[in-house]
């Protein structure tokens, strides 16, 4: 019996309208957009390509120790086609130093062709599901059980021996299935436009599974929803109404009303200044020590015969806005006159005194500095987060997220992977003895040598990862599910016909 | 007619979709005045302040003109408009001030001269907050009201002809233009008087406050935005009585609207303006770069010919390479933003085929934010530039003592200068400026209005009943 009812529901939505239209605008959409997509991801990933390569070569030719600049580059994630996330933010370029720690608002951005193209809003193939895919839920769903109670339908169906709850089984599964029609379609397109261009591994393919897996939840939420306004009112117009009200409430207007009303609560300017102060008094100490190895050493400071003929540059600071710790004290020099050579000794003394201190006093500010910086911003986003996740379009946009690794904590493995790093290249200085040696200061060796260094790798993260990130948020659309549909079976099973 | 529309009008005032409208956009406009009442404020002060500290920079160094050659006149703001609650358009992606940065090369007692650059706007950088849309008016009218003003008129025709009742009402000797007009008469007065409400509402709460004040050119700013948002409602409004007409059930009118709907708005606007902007390339950052240098090394193998010859032969190309060097980089600095604007500029036409884009930028422009603002503001930092250098050369030309020799510190006048005599940069809005890049989007929009109206009177006239 269950099956001649998802039979008949099968068809009676496939023949219609609605269906054809819906599956039209939604290859139309995706297919567009992906086009678009692929050829911006090409120029992120040239614009990447020819920054490794420029850096790469930057390195070949530096002469000093000191002043070799090495830099963490962030490759575009090629799943930001499907959910963009913060994969255009946050830079993707980090100096690599031993005098600076990053956290997550210090890297640059390679540089793009036009930065005013930033201004009109990308839409990717995760946006377009989550307008399209809730309509064509909701549009499905409204006249599921008011329809036929206006036809009179209901009745003589009613009247066969079947429960009611396998009838809204069977409206379910027929109607999932004429939905998932468009959605896999579409995504199969996409993916033949994608895989033209841009090589994806096992791990993306099993990635894109899981935004399927969520996609799937999500358009059922938005099925049982309209399933749901149609079971509680009278009339079909009625129901429509509601729904398009609701829609229009959870897609467009919830998510920007949270945003314009949760403001950055609490006082910024009191924390920036308490974390300011402590990293002056880190800073401060640091001072201390230095002016005490140059007194012992017996150079009185910067304004000696031994600086001014090394060239010995100092600063220590810390920016009261960004909590950003300068120290630098690199130097170069190109030649040293015989005079000179007297000095050289010292200056070996003193960058291998003063360069592991610096170190040191880095790691201790950056503690500070992140701890301050997380409770500013990084708390008040995950509050917005949260807040997002009361319209199931939160929830679908941040598994999404979690899947393709465009989240926040994607992110954040590239920035730990750039500290770690920046510890690879010190251990490397160090197992050199770089700091006492000659070449730290002087460049008339010719280039310094980092051919044993390795070069800097970032993978994202496993599947695995991925998924533990995305899980719960899975979870939370499936719990949306089972109570909408449990809700919808109490209200069917109690109302009249 | 009248009784038509008349009876459009009490129909929709009691109904279910007439309550839930006033609710979202009463809720809608509230938001936004109460967001804008606690950022203006704060954002005005910030501009303030950073143009006096701006100037402040400006006037320590007014014991060398030498220094104020050199280093140019530092950064210049750009000057928040008081109706950005109106229209946000884009104002985080556009920069909100334009560097004249000083410090490229040093070469003995030569430093090179200032250039006007353009930096990227950097909050992109910091932002790690969910990305959304501002609610701002352009969202109410642009999402908001046109949804609206689909779900009043989407079973107008079809769902009277389904109920029989079109049958009776074209029975009596009532024209049918007269029905039709009837009706879009009533279902725009149904749209109008929430909307309408909720901009009182919205306009309440300004004027209660003291911290945001509207001059009487924005009031006549605002006025023109509520009659550009009304005939975007008539656009929508003929749009859906088109299509219900044209269909047998009001269902299926529905669907197509909806489908319309999402694809000129949600989707239209910045799909087309990618796909438009990917037709060309400007100048990479590289290639910036390479031609930089190029410029650099040209000048700097002129100034090396004459390097060890006499005094005043030395001075005189130091000059020279300081002063045409700078200006040339400025050339091409321009020539890369020239090319960057041509690019958006394309993309933002070719985004017209939709009406919500039109009216984005019609807000935009009344509204005195967006990218068209942004280019005001470049112009006006470019005419303030020439004039400033202006100022130099005049100062110079006013000390006898000088050898006019921009560009090296012994050949320019060494008397300070009087602190008030320095141009002061002042960003100004003019309307009728706005109006003129306005009007074609202004007629643009007339238009669609008028075609989908003929097309709905067209397929009014021809329904069967």
């Known amino acids: 019996m269950l099956k001649t009812l998802i039979r008949r529901e099968l068809l009676d939505n496939l023949m219609t309208f609605r269906f054809a239209a819906v599956l039209l605008i939604t290859l139309l959409l995706v297919v567009a957009n992906t086009v678009v997509l692929v050829q911006d991801y090409e120029q992120r990933l040239k614009s990447y390509n020819d920054a490794v390569k420029m850096h790469q070569q930057d390195l070949r030719n530096?002469?000093?120790?000191?002043?070799?600049?090495?830099?963490?580059?962030?490759?575009?994630?090629?799943?930001?086609?499907?959910?963009?996330?913060?994969?255009?933010?946050?830079?993707?370029?980090?100096?690599?130093?031993?005098?600076?720690?990053?956290?997550?608002?210090?890297?640059?951005?390679?540089?793009?062709?036009?930065?005013?193209?930033?201004?009109?809003?990308?839409?990717?193939?995760?946006?377009?599901?989550?307008?399209?895919?809730?309509?064509m839920g909701l549009i499905f769903a409204y006249d599921a059980i008011a329809g036929e109670r206006e036809r009179g339908t209901l009745r003589l169906v009613l009247a066969q021996p079947i429960g009611r709850g396998q009838i809204l089984l069977a409206k379910y599964i027929s109607a999932m299935v004429c939905l998932l029609v468009p959605l896999i379609l579409s995504l199969l397109f996409a993916l033949l436009l994608l895989t033209r261009s841009i090589p994806l591994s096992t791990a993306d393919f099993l990635r894109i599974v899981g935004i399927v897996l969520t996609s799937f939840a999500y358009l059922s939420v938005f099925y049982l929803i309209g399933l749901l306004i149609s079971v509680a009112t009278r009339r079909t117009g009625t129901a429509l109404m509601l729904a398009m009200f609701i829609w229009g409430f959870l897609i467009l207007v919830y998510p920007n009303l949270i945003r314009a009303t949760v403001n950055p609560g609490g006082d910024i300017q009191a924390r920036v200044k308490t974390a300011h102060n402590q990293i002056q008094q880190?800073?401060?100490?640091?001072?201390?020590?230095?002016?005490?190895?140059?007194?012992?050493?017996?150079?009185?400071?910067?304004?000696?015969?031994?600086?001014?003929?090394?060239?010995?540059y100092h600063q220590a600071d810390v920016n009261p806005v960004t909590l950003m710790t300068y120290i630098e004290n690199m130097s170069v020099i190109s030649e040293i006159r015989p005079e000179f050579e007297k000095y050289v000794s010292v200056a070996k003394r003193y960058y291998n005194f003063v360069e592991p201190l610096v170190t040191r006093t880095t790691e201790k500010a950056w503690r500070i500095r992140k701890q301050a910086l997380d409770e500013i911003y990084v708390k008040q986003a995950t509050t917005d987060r949260v807040l997002l996740k009361l319209s199931p379009v939160g929830i679908y946009d941040a598994a999404t997220q979690a899947w393709a690794g465009t989240d926040l904590s994607g992110l954040r493995d590239f920035?730990?992977?750039?500290r770690r790093y920046r510890k690879i290249k010190i251990d490397y200085l160090h197992a050199k003895d770089a700091f006492a040696s000659r070449e730290w200061f002087v460049a008339d060796k010719g280039p310094v040598d980092w051919r044993t260094l390795p070069t800097f790798t970032f993978q994202r993260s496993d599947v695995g990862t991925n998924a533990k990130r995305a899980l719960p948020d899975l979870f939370l659309l499936l719990i949306c599910n089972l109570v909408l549909f449990m809700a919808i079976v109490l209200i069917f099973i109690k109302s009249e016909v | 007619?009248?009784?038509?529309?008349?009876?459009?009008?009490?129909?929709?005032?009691?109904?279910?979709?007439?309550?839930?409208?006033?609710?979202?956009?009463?809720?809608?406009?509230?938001?936004?005045?109460?967001?804008?009442?606690?950022?203006?404020?704060?954002?005005?002060?910030?501009?303030?302040?950073?143009?006096?500290?701006?100037?402040?920079?400006?006037?320590?160094?007014?014991?060398?003109?030498?220094?104020?050659?050199?280093?140019?006149?530092?950064?210049?703001?750009?000057?928040?408009?008081?109706?950005?609650?109106?229209?946000?358009?884009?104002?985080?992606?556009?920069?909100?001030?334009?560097?004249?940065?000083?410090?490229?090369?040093?070469?003995?007692?030569?430093?090179?001269?200032?250039?006007?650059?353009?930096?990227?706007?950097?909050?992109?950088?910091?932002?790690?907050?969910?990305?959304?849309?501002?609610?701002?008016?352009?969202?109410?009218?642009?999402?908001?009201?046109?949804?609206?003003?689909?779900?009043?008129?989407?079973?107008?025709?079809?769902?009277?002809?389904?109920?029989?009742?079109?049958?009776?009402?074209?029975?009596?000797?009532?024209?049918?233009?007269?029905?039709?007009?009837?009706?879009?008469?009533?279902?725009?007065?149904?749209?109008?008087?929430?909307?309408?409400?909720?901009?009182?509402?919205?306009?309440?709460?300004?004027?209660?406050?003291?911290?945001?004040?509207?001059?009487?050119?924005?009031?006549?700013?605002?006025?023109?935005?509520?009659?550009?948002?009304?005939?975007?409602?008539?656009?929508?409004?003929?749009?859906?009585?088109?299509?219900?007409?044209?269909?047998?059930?009001?269902?299926?009118?529905?669907?197509?609207?909806?489908?319309?709907?999402?694809?000129?708005?949600?989707?239209?606007?910045?799909?087309?303006?990618?796909?438009?902007?990917?037709?060309?390339?400007?100048?990479?950052?590289?290639?910036?770069?390479?031609?930089?240098?190029?410029?650099?090394?040209?000048?700097?193998?002129?100034?090396?010919?004459?390097?060890?010859?006499?005094?005043?032969?030395?001075?005189?190309?130091?000059?020279?390479?300081?002063?045409?060097?700078?200006?040339?980089?400025?050339?091409?600095?321009?020539?890369?933003?020239?090319?960057?604007?041509?690019?958006?500029?394309?993309?933002?036409?070719?985004?017209?085929?939709?009406?919500?884009?039109?009216?984005?930028?019609?807000?935009?422009?009344f509204a005195g934010t967006g990218f068209e603002r942004h280019i005001q503001f470049l112009e006006n930092a470019q005419r303030y530039a020439i004039e400033y250098r202006k100022f130099v050369v005049d100062t110079d030309r006013g000390d006898p003592a000088s050898l006019h020799l921009m560009g090296v510190r012994k050949g320019m006048s060494e008397k300070p200068v009087r602190p008030e005599s320095i141009p002061v940069f002042e960003d100004t809005l003019s309307l009728s400026k706005d109006f003129n890049t306005a009007a074609m989007d202004l007629l643009l929009l007339t238009l669609f209005v008028v075609v989908l109206l003929a097309g709905a009177y067209l397929a009014f006239v021809r329904v069967e009943v």
């Open chain 1, 415 to 418: 920035f730990d992977a750039a």
């Open chain 1, 282 to 312: 880190i800073l401060d100490a640091y001072k201390r020590e230095h002016q005490k190895f140059l007194e012992t050493e017996g150079i009185a400071g910067e304004s000696s015969e031994f600086s001014k003929a090394l060239g010995l």
């Open chain 1, 62 to 135: 530096s002469k000093t120790y000191s002043t070799s600049f090495l830099f963490a580059d962030r490759a575009p994630n090629p799943l930001s086609i499907f959910n963009v996330g913060l994969d255009k933010r946050l830079g993707n370029l980090i100096g690599i130093y031993h005098g600076f720690m990053p956290t997550l608002w210090d890297a640059q951005m390679h540089g793009t062709n036009n930065p005013f193209i930033a201004f009109f809003s990308s839409i990717d193939i995760v946006f377009v599901f989550e307008v399209i895919l809730s309509l």
């Open chain 2, 1 to 365: 007619m009248w009784y038509i529309a008349k009876r459009e009008l009490y129909d929709n005032l009691n109904s279910l979709r007439f309550a839930l409208a006033t609710v979202l956009l009463l809720g809608l406009m509230l938001t936004n005045a109460v967001v804008h009442l606690q950022e203006q404020p704060a954002s005005v002060q910030k501009y303030l302040t950073a143009v006096t500290d701006a100037r402040n920079a400006l006037e320590a160094r007014v014991d060398s003109l030498y220094e104020l050659a050199q280093k140019g006149p530092g950064k210049l703001y750009k000057k928040p408009s008081a109706l950005h609650f109106c229209a946000e358009g884009g104002d985080p992606f556009l920069s909100g001030a334009v560097e004249s940065n000083h410090y490229f090369w040093e070469n003995g007692d030569l430093k090179s001269f200032w250039q006007m650059r353009y930096p990227a706007a950097t909050s992109n950088l910091t932002n790690i907050r969910p990305d959304v849309t501002k609610i701002d008016w352009a969202f109410v009218i642009g999402y908001v009201l046109s949804l609206i003003a689909l779900l009043f008129t989407f079973d107008s025709v079809a769902g009277e002809r389904e109920s029989g009742t079109l049958r009776l009402m074209l029975a009596n000797s009532v024209p049918r233009h007269a029905v039709l007009v009837g009706k879009f008469l009533g279902a725009l007065m149904s749209v109008s008087i929430p909307f309408a409400l909720a901009v009182l509402v919205n306009l309440l709460v300004f004027s209660t406050s003291s911290a945001v004040h509207l001059s009487i050119d924005a009031w006549g700013r605002l006025g023109i935005i509520f009659l550009v948002a009304i005939l975007y409602t008539c656009l929508f409004l003929a749009l859906g009585l088109l299509v219900s007409s044209r269909v047998q059930r009001s269902a299926v009118s529905l669907v197509m609207l909806l489908l319309t709907w999402v694809t000129l708005v949600v989707f239209m606007p910045s799909v087309l303006a990618l796909i438009a902007s990917g037709f060309s390339s400007p100048m990479s950052k590289d290639e910036l770069r390479i031609r930089q240098k190029q410029i650099n090394d040209k000048h700097l193998e002129e100034y090396r010919r004459v390097f060890g010859g006499p005094n005043s032969a030395a001075l005189q190309a130091g000059s020279k390479y300081v002063t045409q060097e700078a200006a040339e980089q400025e050339r091409l600095i321009e020539e890369r933003l020239d090319e960057q604007i041509a690019q958006v500029q394309r993309a933002r036409s070719i985004t017209r085929i939709s009406p919500t884009a039109v009216v984005q930028h019609l807000l935009e422009s």
